[in-house]
């Protein structure tokens, strides 16, 4: 019963994870076309709207659009970037506050708040009307973020508390995160196409409501009471300046930097350099989602086998990454340009699937085996880069070239490679004498230590 539970539980993370991620690239090929409808007043496309809105005014788009199509003018340009980096802004500003309030009262009722606040931030999408509408929808977006995305990974790390089950659960969760970034644009190309802007974001709502009931069936809010049997959870601001995480954090925003400043920079250069047509640009990362999870599959396995070389799988995909990122700017067609993509999502993959659970050990053996503020840490590290990617990339490139920007976060990646050195003897750390140690030595008091010991022993 309680393996079935905690698969189930696994089923609505992952779920939870695959929407967030597809409501945050779905948007891609369809905001080019809102700003311009809502420039041209009522939907119809005046002289300056983009390639690819129909004279006639219903505003659709080529199937596969650019992820991140150019802008006719300097302020359009500005208007997407902010809108997208709105949602890593807002989570970057909440989620130490949502690590902490989920060390105080549990991961069921954050994310199922999470994804309360996903289905409205989903459902404004689908009917907003104005940009100041849809940029409060992208900032809702960054709230139930901030919420769902850390309970959940903090849910697996504590419902798979034993390796390797705890790195394949993982693992999982990260192909879910893959899947839904490199699917969404597709998706929301075609169903934007055939069947109008509303409907992608519909769906989106209905697979986020159905997640939440399940959710609700499996933890219902007045069962939460079980959260007061458990320790206090080590504060955010002692997690930070541990040694040992803040170098787990660091990587974690170094090696994401390429993907989140190459996403709105490359699609203009493909054009620019080799004159790549829409469905290129569109399929541009598309490919990449197969090595992205054959990284997952590689480091589950070789973390089951040889579990104390975590660190070295997080070096070597930091030196692939940064080897691939020098590579773009040498492509001259569409399918040289997909080879070093897939290796940066190889390398991501990599890092991600060797470094995550080494996070949750951390807090297991120097701190209190309590997830929240530690996995509220590393979406701090994720929503860095994204945060940057929209707003600084394009500078970058228009002061210093496409090329220089690659070069540089290839160099930033080799350098920071052997710095993971120092998480070698990691593996070799006892637990700590925490509080939740000291009550499952002397026999079970309370209902979660109950719970936690039938777990362990089933």
């Known amino acids: 019963e309680a393996r079935r539970q905690r698969r189930l539980l696994l089923l609505v993370v992952c779920v939870a994870l695959l929407l967030d991620n597809m409501l945050y690239m779905v948007i891609v090929p369809i905001i080019p076309d809102y700003i311009a409808a809502m420039r041209g007043e009522g939907g119809a496309a005046g002289p300056s709207a983009p390639a690819g809105v129909n004279e006639s005014g219903g505003g659709n788009r080529s199937l596969l659009p650019a992820r991140y199509p150019p802008a006719t003018g300097g302020n359009e340009d500005v208007q997407i970037g902010v809108l997208f980096a709105s949602k890593a802004m807002l989570q970057l500003l909440v989620n130490p506050l949502s690590g902490t309030l989920i060390d105080r009262v549990g991961y069921e009722v954050p994310l199922l708040a999470g994804l309360a606040v996903m289905f409205l931030s989903t459902a404004t999408f689908a009917f907003a009307e104005n940009y100041a509408t849809l940029f409060a929808a992208r900032s809702l977006q960054g709230l139930g973020s901030a919420f769902a995305d850390t309970a959940g990974i903090a849910l697996i790390a504590d419902r798979y508390a034993e390796e390797p089950a705890r790195s394949r659960a993982l693992g999982t969760a990260l192909a879910c995160i893959s899947f839904g970034s490199l699917a969404a644009p597709p998706f929301g190309g075609v169903l934007y196409e055939f069947a109008g802007k509303r409907v992608p974001f519909l769906v989106l709502a209905c697979v986020c409501l159905l997640d939440g009931v399940l959710l609700l069936a499996l933890a219902p809010p007045c069962a939460a009471g079980a959260r007061a049997n458990m320790p206090v959870g080590t504060p955010i601001h002692r997690l930070m300046v541990d040694p ?182 990691v593996c070799q750390m006892k637990p700590s004498h925490s509080e939740r140690n000291i009550l499952l030595e002397e026999g079970p008091k309370g209902l979660y230590d109950t719970i936690k010991m039938e777990e362990h022993k089933g």
């Open 244 to 425: 040992y995480i803040a170098v787990v954090a660091g990587a974690l925003a170094t090696c994401n930097i390429p993907l989140a400043f190459l996403e709105p920079t490359i699609a203009n250069w493909m054009k620019e350099s080799m004159g790549a047509s829409e469905w290129e640009v569109g399929l541009t990362w598309l490919p990449a989602f197969f090595p992205h999870v054959l990284g997952v599959y590689v480091t589950v396995r070789l973390a089951a086998a040889y579990p104390h070389l975590q660190w070295f799988y997080g070096a070597l995909g930091m030196a692939i990454i940064g080897a691939s990122s020098c590579l773009v700017p040498a492509c001259r067609n569409f399918g040289q340009v997909i080879v070093p993509l897939c290796g940066i999502c190889f390398g991501i993959a990599l890092v991600d699937t060797a470094l995550l659970p080494t996070l949750a050990f951390l807090v297991d053996v120097r701190h209190v085996s309590v997830y929240g503020s530690v996995y509220a840490i590393a979406d701090i590290s994720y929503s860095v880069a994204y945060a940057l990617g929209p707003i600084v990339a394009g500078q970058i490139v228009h002061t210093m070239g496409f090329a220089q920007l690659n070069l540089g976060m290839g160099l930033a990646n080799v350098l920071y490679a052997p710095v993971l050195l120092f998480l070698k003897n």
